[in-house]
């Protein structure tokens, strides 16, 4: 799912490019799982998914730690894992979690009503891979208030796919046509970040 974001090139920590190296052979892709930052994401993914249970009990939450998802005929190396698969009502639905440390005020503007574009494209990949009616983001913000003590901020964002259904078209063309540049070893124009 995160290297959805990487192939439009909407990616802070890799390019489109470095992706398509590491699919087709020609590159190793880096081992963060020591990373601090990663570390704490995982472990507190948990405790952070049995907080939505107890916050949203209207939901059914579900969690496979190795199920693999991938629905999509059309894109069949489109898959996704979830941090929760969620029902309610018939419908079925994406939890995603996210633990961000803000470090600068520009990062609470990419949490202001929205998600970071970065995650916003997981999510819809995640809807592409599934099919589900719908997704919600958990977010654990972490901040430093005026006298330099840790604070956390939690915050929901809830994605209907029928609101984004024209983003899931584009992200579904873009992301076929990386994929073909993996299939043919044919590298893509590396896609430059927006300024």
């Known amino acids: ?18 992706l398509w190296e590491e699919k087709t052979g020609r590159r190793k892709a880096a081992d963060i799982s020591d990373n601090p930052r990663v570390k704490y994401g995982k472990g507190a993914e948990k405790h952070l998914r049995e907080l939505f249970k107890l916050d949203f009990p209207q939901y059914f939450v579900d969690y496979d730690e190795f199920g693999m998802i991938a ?23 994406i939890l995603e979690i996210k633990t961000c440390e803000i470090m600068r005020s520009s990062q609470w503007a990419e949490w202001d009503g929205q998600i970071p574009q970065h995650y916003y494209i997981q999510v819809l990949h995640q809807l592409l891979a599934t ?51 993996v299939e043919t070893d044919t590298k893509p124009a590396q896609i430059l970040p927006e300024i």
């Not at 799912?1 to 470095?18: C, I, L, Q």
């Not at 024209?166 to 992200?171: A, M, V």
Request: with cysteine; proline share 3%; hydrophobic share 40%.
């Open 71 to 93: 629905n999509n005929p059309d894109m069949p190396f489109c898959f996704a894992t979830l941090d929760g698969d969620l029902a309610e009502s018939g419908r079925r639905g």
């Open 131 to 181: 099919g589900y009616d719908f997704a919600i983001v958990k977010a654990q913000l972490k901040y430093r208030d005026k006298n330099g003590d840790m604070q956390a901020a939690i915050r929901h964002y809830k994605i209907e796919r029928s609101d984004v259904l024209g983003d899931l078209e584009w992200l579904a063309e873009r992301e076929k046509a990386f994929w073909h540049c």
């Open 1 to 18: 799912g995160s290297d959805a974001a990487v192939a439009v090139g909407m990616s802070p920590f890799k390019s489109n490019v470095e």
